[in-house]
């Protein structure tokens, strides 16, 4: 590896993790935080300016960027927290509502297989169906169709269950 890439991202590490102390909760945090943006900064050594100051000034960005992922993933452990939560409370509250959810579940299982994930993407995990398009890797015009689809086809199935109530 390049002395300068080297000596570059090492001198930038003590200024990163104080970047990142300043920021979360914990110093274990912002350790993990520090150790995935030297990894991104290690996997894009090549695209390192030459320049100190572009240098120092693209390694925060990439240290911003590690930063935001790391609160929207934490934002979205806190909504599934919450949504477990009250489906917990639901089950405990009306027992009757477990049969209802084992046989959405068993209608669930007779959609095509990416259909199923994309219900469960959105659904269960909170993706929005760009999201889920990235995460999937396919065009979002397609997964909202697909998901469009798979929503009738379960209220479809709902309905006839319950003799078209």
Same mark, same amino acid.
């Given at each position: ?15 990163l993790?104080g970047y990142?102390?300043r ?8 350790? %993990? #935080? $520090?150790?995935?943006?030297?990894l991104? *900064?290690?996997r894009?050594?090549?695209d390192?300016p +030459? !320049?100190?100051l ?6 925060f960005g990439i ?6 992922t790391?609160?929207?993933a ?8 919450d ?8 089950r ?5 509502r ?8 068993a209608?669930?299982?007779?959609? %095509? #297989? $990416?259909?199923?994930e994309?219900?469960? *993407?959105?659904?269960w995990?909170?993706f929005s169906? +760009? !999201? ?5 890797a ?7 169709s ?7 086809s379960?209220r ?10």
């Amino acid at each position: 590896m390049d002395t300068h890439i080297t000596s570059t991202i090492d001198a930038s590490s003590q200024d990163l993790l104080g970047y990142f102390l300043r920021r979360v909760s914990s110093p274990e945090d912002a350790a %993990d #935080l $520090l150790g995935e943006t030297l990894l991104v *900064l290690w996997r894009r050594a090549d695209d390192l300016p +030459a !320049e100190p100051l572009e240098a120092r000034l693209w390694m925060f960005g990439i240290a911003r960027r590690v930063l935001s992922t790391y609160r929207r993933a934490g934002l979205r452990r806190v909504a599934l927290a919450d949504r477990l939560r009250l489906e917990l409370e639901v089950r405990t509250s009306a027992s009757e509502r477990s049969t209802e959810g084992e046989e959405l579940h068993a209608l669930l299982l007779e959609l %095509d #297989l $990416l259909d199923q994930e994309i219900i469960r *993407l959105v659904h269960w995990e909170g993706f929005s169906l +760009a !999201e889920v398009a990235t995460i999937l890797a396919r065009r979002p015009g397609t997964i909202r169709s697909r998901y469009a689809r798979a929503r009738t086809s379960l209220r479809k199935a709902i309905d006839d269950q319950n003799g078209g109530l």
